[in-house]
């Protein structure tokens, strides 16, 4: 049996459907490549600080191997709760207001199939994070992207208004933004706040990268008047602490969603890696001392390398969290893909184009400075040799 | 502590020009800053840290650590007697330190013969030293913050979302 399109139905047409990425075959040639100077990863190049390492050891040692309560082990929520409330001022109940999930990434699935009815429409400022809109799909909805390219990659209030023009179920908004690099201060947000709440959209925060910004105080959105009831806090131990391989994430919000994420989450995942979750609790309880030293780190990081960047020509504004810069490959007249491709096999230098974003990516490219000081410094120099190759 | 010195105690080799554009800062006002802090002796000096282990034919000799108990001088207390001892060009480290003996030396000689007998005829006969208790070291796993073991490195995927 097969459809129109000659596709045998063993495969589900929504999946089938899925935005096939072209990336994928440069994600490949990247893998197949030995020896290459990295800048195209969207995790931390430190390892786990090790007392966390320890704790998640420990935990082992000891035999907790067992499943946890589907919320998550009680004393990782509460640590939460305690986090939450000092450092924004916000009062999330363990009981039945946070939900430990595995990553943000499943919290993100979660939070769509939970709220999301067939044919909703879920507003992503674009260029994204790769899952939210397949993901919107998947659950249902549909996937409405809002170009903020001409704004400096910065949702703006008239965009979001306009938007609004036919009515939405939820915004997902991410900062600061993986693969922009773009944060939000708090009257930016305010701002946004206003417009979903007289509208009555709900916004799916991810703030991941929460603890990576560099000019200003993060606020959480949750935190801005009248938002709590209206927002799910999605966040997680991957970016702040260097714990991407661990799986640990959370969601925080109303009781009623919440509790849907939860009947969810039984069946599809029942609980994250307990000792995993040990992890956490020591990251929560004598973490931030290394985080901030992280902070510090990528903080240097980010000022050499948009110096550098815009120096050679790969114009960049300094980003205001996480550990992206996103540059214009516009004067060397490639594409995004044709300048990562080429970059890679001329100069072995990964970074990752921008239409793996989105659409309104093209003419950008994700440079991660998730890497030494040593490797940018080297994959500034191979990407001077490289455009001074190709302007020839 | 100020950033500038953060970064060139984890690289000394890194170029106030490098550290400008870390700190996004003047090259001119980094260069004067290193070279007061090389003046006033905060900097002391850039070397390579050297992981002897791995050195093939290696003639680093061998280390000890010496426990000295000593009389503290009137009005000197232990600097004056400490001085006469870290001068010795084979004591690598000297402290002062709290608990059941005071000065916590480190020898560095070329063979066990070598640092027993400074430990014998040099520091043990000294004025006011009391006791020695000598340690030789077996083996090193870590130094100043450097792990001196090749670990195998876990190798990240090179490109991820």
Known sequence: ?????????????????????????????????????????????????????????????SGFTSYTSNKGLVKLRMGLQQYLKK???????????????????????????????????????TPAYVCYAPLA?????????????????????????????????????????????????????KDLNRILLKHKVMCISDEIYADLTYDFEHTAFASLPGAKENTLLLNGFSKSYAMTGWRVGYACGTKEVIAAMTKIH????????????????????????????????????????????????????????????????GKSGLSS??????????????????????????????????????????ALSRMQRFLKKIKK | MDEILEILEKNGRATAEEISRMLRKKPEAVRKAINKYEKD??????????????????????????????????????????????????????????GTYDLLLIIEGKDLHTVSKFVSEKLAPMENVRGVVTHFLLKKYKEDGMVLKRVEENERIAISY
Request: proline share 4%; charged share 20%.
């Open chain 1, 1 to 61: 049996m097969s459809d129109k399109r000659g596709n045998s139905r063993k495969i589900s047409i929504k999946v089938e459907e899925m935005q096939p990425s072209g990336i994928r075959v440069f994600f490949d040639l990247v893998l197949g490549m030995k020896d290459v100077i990295s800048l195209g990863v969207g995790e931390p190049d430190f390892v786990t600080p090790w007392q966390i390492r320890e704790a998640g050891i420990y935990s082992l040692e």
């Open chain 1, 87 to 125: 450092r924004y001022g916000l009062s999330y109940s363990h009981d039945d207001q946070i939900l430990v999930t595995v990553g943000v990434s499943q919290g993100v699935d979660l939070a769509l199939r939970a709220v999301v009815n067939p044919g909703d429409r879920i507003l992503v400022p």
């Open chain 1, 137 to 189: 799909e998947l659950a249902g909805g549909t996937a409405v992207c809002l170009d903020t390219s001409a704004d400096g990659f910065k949702l703006t209030p008239r965009v979001l208004e306009s938007a609004l023009s036919v009515p939405a179920k939820a915004l997902l908004l991410n900062y600061p933004c993986n693969p922009t690099g773009v944060s939000y201060t708090l009257r930016e947000l």
């Open chain 1, 266 to 329: 039984q069946y599809m995942m029942l609980c994250a890696p307990i000792m995993s979750q040990m992890a956490a609790c020591e990251a929560l309880q004598t973490g931030s001392d290394s985080v901030a030293e992280m902070k510090r780190e990528y903080r240097r990081r980010r000022a050499f390398i948009v110096d550098g960047l815009n120096s050679l020509g790969l114009d960049c504004s300094l980003p205001q969290g996480a550990f992206y810069a996103f540059a214009s490959v």
């Open chain 1, 337 to 378: 893909m044709e300048f990562c491709r080429r970059l890679l096999q001329d100069e072995k230098v990964a970074v990752v184009p921008g239409t793996a974003f989105g659409k309104n990516g093209e003419g950008y490219v994700r440079i991660s400075y998730a890497a030494s000081m040593e490797k940018i410094k080297e």
């Open chain 2, 41 to 98: 002796g905060i900097i002391l000096s850039y070397k390579a840290v050297i992981n002897k282990e791995m050195v093939k034919y290696n003639n680093s000799g061998v280390r000890a650590l010496i426990e000295v108990n000593i009389t503290p001088q009137k009005d000197l207390g232990f600097d004056k007697i400490a001085e006469r001892i870290y001068s010795f060009p084979e004591v690598s480290s000297c402290y002062l330190i709290s």
